[in-house]
């Protein structure tokens, strides 16, 4: 069944607009726009996005989630964004936690929030696919790549959003073993070497696997470290 988007011509962020009208709107709403003039990524970064890029958020409340830790959502989406994806193109790879790839550079990046007073009271999904973009900015143009520039068709971006967000509604409900083998058979950056801040020190190591609590296990010279996703920074490892 195809999922109903509510669209915008133009909004600074999906992901705000969620924010600010979540206590107004039902579990699992979907909003896009066309022009998403303030988007916003992970670790305070910006995103930037065209018409052609598909961006949307997917708003939902904590009590319809079945018990799932919230820690983990991130890589539902990741995976429901892989599993799609995966339709249009091949080889796609995910760089944990949550950056798609393809051919070594980001096809699409996805931002969790959560809203929290007393207690977690919305979590906000927001994901951006670069779908039709021919080209980037210079900023970013070696780092990041389309659909479009591989496969030179044009795609109906709803389709795909409503394809995702689909997904993302069976995969929340999926046990979570399955998931993480999933990401780990198609994880970028398996045997890679990464950097990453460990009690105010940077250490380095080589990526062994996903664990199935979530947590990216490491091999350094300090013997093995789990790391969990708030905590780490993983540079330089797009072409
Ligand atoms: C990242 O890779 O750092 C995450 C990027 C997430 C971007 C999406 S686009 C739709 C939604 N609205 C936002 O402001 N951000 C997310």
Redesign the pocket.
């Given at each position: 069944m195809l999922e109903k988007i509510i669209s915008f011509e133009a909004l600074p962020?999906?992901?705000?607009y969620l924010k600010e009208n979540y206590s107004n709107l039902e579990h699992f709403t979907i909003i896009t726009c066309e022009n998403?003039t303030?988007?916003?990524?992970?670790?305070g970064?910006s995103?930037f996005?065209s018409k052609d890029s598909g961006?949307?958020?997917i708003l939902l409340f904590p009590q319809y989630l079945n018990n799932i830790n919230i820690t983990f959502i991130p890589l539902v989406c990741a995976y429901a964004t892989l599993k799609v994806l995966s339709k249009y193109v091949d080889s796609l790879q995910v760089k944990w936690p949550?950056?798609i790839v393809l051919s070594s550079k980001?096809l699409a990046?996805?931002?969790v929030e959560a809203v929290t007073t007393t207690k977690i009271e919305a979590i906000i999904v927001?994901?951006?696919i670069n779908i039709n973009n021919s080209s980037f900015n210079e900023e970013i143009s070696s780092i990041a790549t389309s659909l479009y520039l591989n496969n030179n068709s044009i795609l109906d971006k709803k389709t795909i959003i409503a394809d995702i967000a689909n997904e993302l509604k069976n995969s929340l409900i999926l046990d979570p073993s399955e998931i993480i083998s999933y990401l780990n058979d198609n994880l970028y950056i398996k045997g890679k070497e990464v950097s990453f801040s460990y009690n105010n020190e940077i250490v380095s190591g080589v990526v062994c696997k996903i664990n199935q609590d979530g947590s990216l296990k490491v091999s350094t010279n300090k013997g093995i470290i789990n790391v969990s996703s708030g905590e780490v920074t993983l540079t330089n490892l797009y072409k």
């Open positions: 962020s999906t992901n705000q998403q303030h988007g916003r990524g992970r670790l970064r995103w996005s961006v949307f958020s949550n950056d980001k990046g996805i931002l927001g994901i951006g």
